[in-house]
């Protein structure tokens, strides 16, 4: 993520930043507001720690179900 010169905490909490990398490089970015995070997805923001992203490896997995 140093490639989209993100500044630590720019999240503006207790809304919630996002940024989505696709395979070919390309990014997304947006933000959630605090009171649809609680309505659609029932998630409270109550600290906000900076940690690195997590990486889905979601194509081994489904290779090890086969």
């Known amino acids: ?17 996002y940024v989505e990398k696709d395979d070919d490089g390309t990014t ?6 605090a009171d649809e995070l609680l309505n659609k997805y029932k998630i ?9 992203p997590i990486k ?3 194509s081994a997995t489904e290779e090890q179900k086969r």
Do not use: R
């Open 28 to 33: 997304i970015s947006g933000s959630v507001v």
């Open 56 to 58: 889905n490896n979601l």
């Open 1 to 17: 993520m140093d490639d989209l010169n993100i500044k630590e905490n720019e999240s503006s909490f207790p809304n919630a930043y």
């Open 44 to 52: 409270k923001l109550i600290s906000w720690d900076y940690t690195q």
